[in-house]
């Protein structure tokens, strides 16, 4: 720890409101660094170099000061932290007068140390979950090292998240933003994605998996009404999200839903626009990994769900002309149908979950499109 000259300038205030004397702080060098008078600044002191090689209480009499360089009557004192001194408090004046006052500037100059480190520590903490954020949400990064990361930084990796994007205007300062929702819930985790995005994750542990969409949804009320400049930011929302890749992959989904979001529309649920999201990749992986989800939980139903759904949709949702298409009866098509909607628990008269059954079977990876051209 360094004593820096706003951390001097600290100490001068709060140990002026003690004793009236003249102040001076100097650092490890012996250099004043923050003083009351501002002539004295910069100059080297020679009381302040004995009492941090002495580690202990230089007074300084009148006859003294003739004889050292850049000093005044009266006492300095080191200031120490974990037993180190790293810096010097200096009170001008009669040494009758000022002795008595000593001990209590030194201890609202050490008490001052002792916050600075802490804010410190605060600030390095969540810089590195910040960090840790990143790392998870936007890289391929090995879940070991993960895992050891968020141990030292006290994150339960294994428990859900609510997770949210906010997105605001250039004009407002990031900063305050996550200051205000450290002060709604200090165990959020929070970290920028760009100048004007924000991606958050409420840890949603000790709830039983009934009570989670209950609890999430509270935060979120919370968030909303919490925030300042509500009506200038853009929220989009996710389900609870469990384990290192469900999180993952509802930040991607989010990032793709923000990305085709009508931009007259300030909030959003994951769940309300799922087509949306699907049509708008931010990440190709996410979207494949959606389309196999829905394609997969058809195909472990019954195979041939699959084909009947394809041709009604090519028959135009016709339930008729599909019947005919695969040369079975109507009631047959109407009863896969349903064993379709029962999987997925998708509503087929729903525009956005039939939305979804269609781009499910036509959306194809950009590298097999390649992989194709290439073949010819």
């Known amino acids: 720890m360094k004593i820096t000259p706003d951390l001097a300038n600290a100490i001068v205030q709060r140990a002026i409101k003690i004793i009236k004397n003249a102040l001076n702080v100097m650092d490890e060098h012996g250099y004043i660094i923050a003083s009351t008078d501002h002539s004295r600044l910069h100059q080297r002191h020679e009381g302040a170099i004995l009492a941090l090689s002495e580690k202990r209480t230089i007074e300084i009499t009148d006859e003294m000061q003739h004889n050292m360089w850049g000093v005044k009557p009266g006492v300095n004192l080191p200031i120490f932290f974990k037993d180190q001194a790293i810096g010097v408090i200096g009170i001008s004046g009669r040494l009758e007068d000022v002795r008595q006052y000593g001990e209590l500037v030194r201890m609202a100059a050490e008490m001052t140390v002792e916050h600075a480190h802490e804010l410190e520590l605060l600030r390095w903490s969540e810089t590195r979950k910040e960090e840790f954020v990143q790392q998870w949400l936007q890289y391929e990064t090995n879940e070991d090292h993960l895992r050891s990361i968020a141990a030292k930084l006290n994150v339960n990796m294994d428990t859900s998240f609510g997770i949210a994007l906010c997105q605001h205007p ?183 979950h039939k939305g979804l059954l269609y781009a499910a079977l036509t959306i194809r990876p950009t590298s097999q499109w390649i992989v194709i051209l290439n073949k010819k």
């Open 170 to 352: 250039i004009d407002i300062d990031q900063r305050t933003i996550t200051k205000q929702l450290s002060q709604i819930n200090p165990h959020i985790l929070k970290a920028s994605c760009n100048s004007m995005t924000l991606v958050i994750l409420v840890p949603l542990q000790g709830k039983k998996q009934e009570a989670l969409h209950t609890h999430w949804e509270k935060s979120k009320k919370r968030l909303l009404e919490e925030m300042k400049n509500t009506d200038k930011y853009r929220w989009v929302f996710s389900t609870p999200a469990h384990f290192i890749g469900g999180v993952r992959s509802a930040f991607s989904g989010l990032c793709s839903l923000l990305n085709g979001l009508p931009e007259t529309e300030h909030l959003a649920n994951m769940s309300d626009y799922p087509l949306a999201a699907l049509l708008n990749p931010i990440s190709e992986t996410w979207q494949l990994e959606q389309v196999d989800n829905i394609l997969q939980t058809i195909t472990d139903k019954n195979p041939v769900l699959l084909s009947t759904l394809q041709t009604w949709f090519l028959q135009n949702s016709d339930i008729d002309k599909a019947a005919s298409s695969l040369s079975i009866h109507p009631n047959t098509v109407r009863y896969r149908l349903r064993q379709i909607e029962e999987c997925t628990g998708f509503v087929l008269t729903n525009f956005q």
